[in-house]
């Protein structure tokens, strides 16, 4: 049988390919969630709890009621019904979709600050602010816990689930520990933090009957969808989410909040198209951010530096309204050969809103803790950091004895210390300087699992030679569909602008939500599939030695399409099950992960304490690149998130009140240009033999690692060991 067409062009899988949605959105073609004019468009604007917990005892809405071109002020006096969210259930991802468990405006009680509890819808904007503003709310308040180092004692075992354990050991650690000739042991803080994506939350919602229609900003449009469709009520074929262009989500658009159930329900109240484009300061107070942590990390190991006992416990918190307990832990199980191990995880439920996912939940700031105690090892033993590392690599997943797919952190770190120049450096503590400034090398660890889903594809094949990929996945900017088009056109062997890729749509093929790095993987399984079965198709049609569409003229046929997956709808059950056991099998005999070495030069004043970052080599394992150009600037990416997190970033909660103290870039402060050195990545590009095309999702590894790489750095500028993120001028004083 003749399977192989020839391939008329050069591969374009590891090129730097453009974007394909970059002109769109350079030259503001390409709408936005909140860009979408209807006819008729009213306006929509939040007023927020000023209680953590507590019942609405009034609320009087007259003031905002007489503003001119104010429509309704919804508010659970007025509000329409909603149907409550489901319980989570493992067979159902969607069930996880809820940002909190609450009813909207369908309860006087308000559990946390900053929930909503009136909407104002307007025919303007500017009158639909002005409104909100003049909503007066009366309430009892009850006894709330907000004070998450207050109740850090109180912390509970966190519960796992099918993908992941609260808790791990293998031996005996804290006996190692206690035995271990050298050890150290030290407690790090990480305080909240909050995505800050470009473009804020935003939603446009119309009603026609019991159809719905959404544009919205959102990771997950099928979880969106099925999660609109259960609370109000309509069957879920009536609704479409669209979500074509995102301006970064980060994991705050994974799950759904209240902006985006209010305005449907707003627009469902006033029979009109309703606009929600959430302030800065309402993504604070309506979006779950990353929780806090408090880590304690123990290390013991022989004189060689051989590890005998890893410690890596934390305590975490979730909203009592939900939220996600990270894995804080996770990397602790993977990374170092150490002969007993211990990992456990303890939460603590308190009166704010749900904390989510953000960016490399967990491991971010777990490999905090862990790799600057790695450090602190490595100075106690008097041996090179890397070195340690390197004594300590193991050759299997050292908490179970799992083969690695892949392990290429040896090389990662030959190749990063090559180019960063790490020889060059003096381990003394401050003993290199320039001028006035101390100059500080560190160096950690990077890593973040790899998983993959299920995902709905079709592929067609026109016999003008062009070639249509249709996926409702998510492209929040990180370049998956210009990966997707790359890997169709090496599949079917035609030029990559001769493919077009369909997403953003709950109208075509279901795609996994966009998180986990796993998207990109999970797609591409599905359209090597279906470019796989076409291309069976074409040999049979066409002659040896025919190009795809050549083989479709012969045979006369306009066009072939085939599809795969689509006749499991995610969130079914059947698919799903038979899915989910094949993946929970490969993550049993593989562990997989993205890993890479970090490399940061710092410059710290040692008059006024301030940290500059001068110089940044990363160099990662992520096994075959799609884009050189897309995933480099994704893994570039995390490290400037990761540049925040260890200098500026912190969600200030008011220990009193519960209430976000700094809800705006003007007091959180995320990395300017100013802040953010020249990047250089590299990657090893060699595939994962377990993942198509050897992939390894490059979205959450670039920012792991990165806080401890600059901590580690500031102590060797300063002889200082800052754990409590961030770590600003006032703690290096
Ligand atoms: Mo993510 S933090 O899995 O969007």
Redesign the pocket.
């Known amino acids: 049988m003749t399977q192989t067409l020839p391939r008329t062009h050069e591969p374009s899988v590891g090129k730097p390919v453009d974007r394909v949605d970059g002109t769109a959105k350079t030259t503001g073609a390409a709408r936005f969630a909140a860009e979408y004019p209807y006819p008729g468009l009213a306006h929509a604007a939040l007023v927020h709890a000023t209680v953590s917990r507590g019942r609405i005892t009034a609320i009087d809405t007259t003031e905002a009621a007489a503003i001119p071109g104010v429509i309704t002020v919804l508010t659970h006096h007025n509000a329409p019904a909603l149907k409550p969210p489901r319980r989570f259930n493992p067979l159902d991802l969607s069930t996880m979709a809820s940002g909190t468990s609450v009813s909207y405006l369908n309860t006087d009680e308000v559990h946390w600050d900053g929930q909503p509890v009136a909407v104002v819808v307007a025919e303007t904007l500017t009158a639909a602010r002005e409104a909100a503003a003049l909503v007066e709310v009366s309430y009892t308040t009850f006894a709330s816990t907000v004070d998450f180092k207050a109740e850090e004692p109180n912390a509970e075992p966190q519960k796992g689930n099918l993908l992941m354990s609260g808790s791990a050991k293998k031996g005996d650690a804290e006996a190692a520990l206690a035995k271990a000739p050298v050890r150290i042991e030290a407690r790090f803080t990480t305080p909240p933090h909050h995505h800050n994506a470009i473009e804020p939350h935003a939603t446009t919602a119309v009603w026609d009957g019991d159809r719905l229609t959404v544009h919205d900003g959102t ?1 997950s449009i099928d979880w969106l969808r099925s999660h609109l469709a259960l609370r109000f009520d309509v069957p879920v074929e009536g609704v479409r989410v669209l979500a074509p262009f995102v301006g970064g ?6 799950n759904i909040w209240p902006g985006t159930i209010l305005t449907v329900m707003a627009a469902r109240a006033t029979g009109r198209p309703v606009r929600l484009l959430l302030t800065r300061e309402d993504v604070y107070r309506t979006v779950g951010g990353r929780t806090p942590s408090t880590q304690r990390v123990a290390l013991g190991a022989r004189t060689d530096g051989t590890l005998t006992a890893l410690v890596h416990t934390s305590v975490t918190r979730t909203g009592r309204v939900g939220g996600n307990p990270e894995q804080v832990t996770s990397q602790s199980k993977h990374l170092y050969d150490a002969e007993n191990i211990l990992v456990r995880q303890n939460v603590v439920e308190l009166d704010l809103i749900s904390n ?6 967990g491991d971010s700031i777990g490999t905090f803790a862990l790799e600057a105690s790695i450090d602190e090892l490595a100075y106690e033993l008097g041996m090179d950091p890397i070195e340690l590392r390197m004594r300590n690599e193991p050759e299997r997943n050292p908490i179970d004895g799992r083969r690695f797919a892949n392990r290429k952190l040896r090389e990662a770190y030959r190749l990063g210390a090559e180019r960063f120049g790490w020889a060059d450096r003096t381990p003394e503590p401050g003993s290199m300087r320039d001028g006035r400034w101390l100059v500080g090398m560190g160096v950690a660890t990077a890593f973040h699992p790899a998983w993959q889903f299920l995902a709905n594809v079709t592929v067609r094949l026109s016999v003008d030679g062009s070639v249509l990929v249709r996926c409702g996945f998510q492209e929040m900017g990180m370049g998956g569909a210009t990966a997707q088009a790359q890997i169709a056109a090496d599949a079917l062997g035609v030029p990559v602008e001769s493919v077009r890729v369909e997403y953003g749509d709950s109208s075509l093929p279901l795609s996994p ?6 998207q990109t993987a999970s797609v591409a399984s599905s359209v090597l599939t279906a470019c796989e079965k076409l291309r069976r198709k074409l040999a049979r049609l066409g002659r040896p030695g025919d190009d795809p569409a050549a083989a479709l003229a012969r045979a006369g046929v306009p066009s072939l399409e085939v599809s795969v997956g689509s006749d499991t709808r995610i969130g079914r059950l059947t698919g799903q099950v038979r899915f989910l056991s094949k993946l929970i099998r490969d993550q049993r005999r593989w562990m997989k992960a993205a890993s890479g070495a970090q490399f940061c030069e710092v410059r710290v004043d040692p008059d006024t304490g301030e940290t500059r970052v001068s110089r940044w080599t990363a160099a990662f394992d992520v096994g075959r690149v799609i884009n050189a150009k897309t995933a480099v600037s994704q893994l570039r990416g995390g490290i400037v998130m990761g540049i925040g997190m260890a200098l500026s970033e912190e969600t200030l909660v008011d220990p009193r009140t519960g209430r976000i103290m700094n809800p705006g870039l003007g007091e959180y402060h995320v990395p300017v240009h100013a802040d953010v050195p020249p990047i250089d990545v590299a990657y090893l590009d060699e595939p994962d033999p377990t993942m198509p095309l050897g992939l390894i999702g490059v ?2 590894v670039g920012i792991t690692g990165a806080a401890a790489a600059i901590a580690n750095a500031i102590h060797h500028a300063t002889g200082r060991r800052i754990r409590e993120l961030p770590i600003t001028l006032d703690k290096l004083l």
Not at 356 to 361: C, Q
């Open positions: 990771q989500g980060f994991g705050g658009k994974a989510t996912a953000m960016r490399a939940p939500a966009a998180g986990g790095s796993m979205g959450e």
